[in-house]
């Protein structure tokens, strides 16, 4: 079994609820890289966006996962952008098993609409603006997703059945 399983895929595609539950099936530690990068910088995910910029928030979220990557046992939720910047999907590959949660555009649209977590990068959207956003983002990143080892429909998935499908490919 690979030391950490990382989950990769849009914002909004349940990473971080599915991993939260998922990990004790599996007998791993669960880790949100967002979280983590705020605990580590003592900087809330859109006081970084709005104080420093995409740039800098990029640079210490790739930081984090190296740091992450370091220890054994866990499982990784990152953030829908993480896997698409510098060498970050080729750090997830060399050091984990990497899932790919993957959802549908229509279904990332209206988780989120819904969302009551902020999302620097959507909070200020019109409903078609967030429709093309999604659509866009989603075709520079889906090459960066489609790298994972594994890949699984997200859509109506339950943890009991990740973590299977998980284990069937680590064996």
Known sequence: MENNIVLVGFSGAGKSTL???TAPLLGLRFVDLDNYIEQKLQYKVPQLFSQFGELVFRKSEYEALEELLENDGQLIAVGGGAPCYGQAMQLI???SFSVYIKMPEDELVQRLASS???RPLTK???PEELKQYVHERLEKR???YEQADMTIAG???TPEVLAEAIKAKIQ
């Open 124 to 126: 200020d959207l019109s």
């Open 155 to 157: 859509d109506g998935i």
């Open 116 to 118: 009551k977590k902020p």
């Open 142 to 144: 889906a090459p960066f």
């Open 93 to 95: 590959l060399k050091r």
């Open 19 to 21: 991993g939260k539950q």
